[in-house]
């Protein structure tokens, strides 16, 4: 089956700790994303790719840092400058097609907690 | 800056009861997307709506995207337990450089049987 696919399901910091969180899609979708989830909140955008080797960041870039080396893997880097990095991060993918908005398909996310 | 506000935060109805979240924008948009977060889970495409003034329906839910294109609503009839969850709108970024969205609040919607 064609997906995305997030691990860890649940990763713990320590402090002044970087962790990694994965994502890895095989629906061949051109552009990658990942958003930042809290508590009764909407979706918040950190990073997004729209081709391998490029990227741009989001709204709350700070403290975070991504790679896009393959079209298939996007990960993203929680750094120790990140003071309240305690959310659920979500990674999703879509086509693009021109000026075109086309639906992101989601991962089942990450939830992440300070030790 | 640009933002995609949704009232209300939170519905609790019995079930059959009717529920419609709204989505207001601070700026023209030129489509808006809708998505729906099961508890635990992750947010699932439901429509794109893209025309002045559309209405589109799926089964009992009826979306509609304002005459100006700045507002856009969900509608659903006679709510079911499996209706539960949060309700997001999302509106694409100003620049539209690509396939960047500005999600709203959302709205959680609790079905009590």
């Known amino acids: 089956d064609g997906g995305i696919t997030q691990s860890p399901k649940y990763l713990f910091r320590k402090e002044g700790q970087n962790v990694t969180l994965s994502c890895e899609q095989n629906l061949n979708h051109d552009a990658m994303y990942w958003y930042r989830q809290d508590p009764g909140q909407g979706l918040r955008l950190i990073y997004y790719s729209q081709i391998v080797n490029d990227f741009q960041k989001g709204d709350i870039a700070e403290g975070y840092s991504v790679s896009r080396e393959k079209k298939e893997s996007f990960p993203l880097t929680v750094t120790s400058a990140q003071k309240n990095p305690t959310a659920f991060y979500l990674c999703?993918?879509?086509?693009?097609?021109?000026?075109?908005?086309?639906?992101?398909?989601f991962g089942d996310g990450t939830r992440l907690s300070i030790l | 800056g640009q933002q995609v506000m949704q009232i209300p935060q939170y519905q609790h109805v019995q079930e059959g009861e009717d529920f419609t979240t709204y989505c207001n924008s601070s700026t023209t948009l030129s489509n808006i997307q809708w998505y729906k977060q099961r508890p635990g889970g992750h947010p699932v495409f439901l429509i794109q709506l893209v025309k002045s003034g559309e209405v589109k329906k799926q089964k009992r839910l009826t979306f509609q995207f304002g005459e100006a294109k700045k507002n856009s609503s969900l509608h659903i009839t006679a709510t079911q337990t499996t209706d539960v969850g949060t309700y997001f709108c999302a509106g694409p970024s100003n620049t539209n450089t690509g396939n960047q969205f500005y999600f709203g609040t959302g709205t959680s919607l609790t079905v009590i049987p």
């Open positions: 999703a993918s879509s086509m693009l097609r021109g000026r075109s908005n086309q639906p992101q398909h």
